[in-house]
């Protein structure tokens, strides 16, 4: 198994752009969560789906972050318009019923200027 | 007062040395409890689960004291190797939602 995938590994973008970031999780496993890594915060849980479906958006910031899992294949988390303070690691994790704990993506370095 | 608490160090040790990390949770209902390693700009990754009895891999020793909501990890032997943050991982009572600790970093010296 190729583990979760995350695309892209880096994004520099303008504050002001959209982002659009990707995640493949592990074939199988039906629990897939969004997270996002600060020095300062640290991981903090941004939303979570269960088949597909959101189960706790809570954590996500604010209207500009939105999150989709069109099928059990591929989620997307969206910021628009972006800020600098979204600047942070952006990691994705997958994981079923029983498992021991999350696997995670690599994650995508964003960087907004 | 935060839902996982960790000393976050740096734990600066000499090779060989024993180390021991701490956690304390604050949900009563957490069920399953883990501890993760992150190397530098890398994902977390899964070092072991914490059971009830205490359980141990290789170097690793884990514990968990449900009374006093407090998790464990000692690292005996260390090696340059080891060093990395070691995260605490709590779930909050219900479904896959595991809440991460700030982490602990962990630096062992030649």
């Known amino acids: 198994d190729a583990g979760v995938i995350q695309s892209p590994r880096h994004e520099v973008t303008e504050m002001g752009q959209e982002v659009t970031l990707r995640c493949k999780p592990i074939?199988?496993?039906?629990?897939l969560f969004w997270y996002r890594q600060t020095m300062m915060r640290g991981l903090e849980l941004l939303i979570y789906?269960?088949?597909?479906?959101?189960?706790?958006d809570s954590g996500m910031p604010e209207d500009r972050f939105s999150a989709k899992m069109p099928n059990a294949s591929f989620s997307t988390l969206k910021i628009q318009p972006s800020e600098p303070r979204d600047s942070a690691v952006y990691f994705c994790?997958?994981?079923?019923?029983?498992?021991?704990?999350?696997?995670f993506g690599s994650g995508t370095r964003l960087t907004v200027v | 007062r935060k839902e996982v608490e960790q000393d976050p160090g740096p734990f600066n040790v000499p090779e060989g040395a024993t180390v021991a990390f701490n956690c304390t949770y604050s949900?009563?209902?957490?069920?399953?409890f883990f501890w993760y390693r992150q190397d530098c700009r890398k994902e977390p990754k899964l070092l072991m689960s914490?059971?009830?009895s205490g359980n141990e891999d290789g170097r690793f020793t884990a514990q968990l004291n449900r009374a006093s909501q407090y998790i464990s990890l000692l690292i005996r032997d260390s090696k340059l190797s080891d060093s990395a943050t070691y995260l605490c991982v709590v779930n909050n009572g219900y479904g896959q939602n595991f809440v991460f600790g700030p982490g602990t970093r962990l630096s062992v010296l030649p």
């Open positions: 789906f269960n088949n597909n479906v959101p189960i706790d």
């Open positions: 994790a997958s994981t079923t019923q029983g498992a021991y704990g999350y696997t």
């Open positions: 949900n009563s209902a957490s069920q399953s």
């Open positions: 074939s199988g496993h039906d629990y």
């Open positions: 914490v059971y009830s």
